[in-house]
């Protein structure tokens, strides 16, 4: 007769008792995933919907960045401009820069202090348009020009991208609106800053672009009595340095210089009106 510590239940430890016991049911496991990946698909789906709906180049879309953001994403490109060069401060050589300005927007119907102009020390030959009303003048460009006509051509002509909205239409199309909206966030000394910095002061705007801004130089400096032909006499002497070793920042922004020089004299050609001179200094000695 077996003892009652035979009686007693032995657990079995048998392999096939083991898996028996660990086993799981995958199903709740397999649903649940299948349910997150449902989730980031619809996620997606709505994310890209919604993408999709933005004209990322049309007119409707660079108003509904806004003023502000756009504001914001001119202070933080000057702020990196700031940090590579220093602000010019020769106050006779500002003044005629102002005055040059104040001529052009006064004599046709824009407002001059709604538009901002910041000249910067650099030799660099290059001027050009930030968001946020903006319009940047490197002293290079002031002193390759051989007279103030000469300049009031290329600062009519970066007023013309502005009145064309041109800054704006080519960062939407490039960047879009989220990644705008996001960078008016950034800090001034972020790489992405200074990269959007380098891409607006270093490639060109559209071959159309530069027509209408030239179109709209051509009338500015009409109307305020500041002779045309010299904004093309800028454009056939710079162009002549497209083929050299260092070419003019301001060529690689603005292209095809010689052929709207050509377009500029024909304009020219067309007008009746007579020209009294912009500045009676002595243009050399100011850029000395």
Known sequence: MPSAANDRWIPDFSPVSRTRTLTRNPEPHMKKAVLQFLISLLLFAAIWFGLSRIDFVGESTTESIGRETERRIGDLLLKQLDLKYQRAYDDSLLAVVDMIHRRICEANGLDPDSISVHVFETSTINAAVLPGRNVIIFTGLLQFAENAEEFAGVHAHELGHIAENHVMERMMSEFGTTLLIMMSGMDAGSEVIANILRILTTTAFSREQEREADRAAITYLEEAGIDPVHLG??????????????????????????????EIFEKRGEMDAEFEPLYDGDWEALMR
Not at 237 to 242: D, L, N
Not at 254 to 262: C, G, K, L, T
Request: glycine share 4%.
């Open 233 to 262: 006499n800028f454009l056939l002497r710079i162009s002549t340095r497209e083929s050299g070793r260092r070419v003019p920042e301001w060529v690689s922004t603005h292209p095809d210089s010689r052929a709207r020089a050509a």
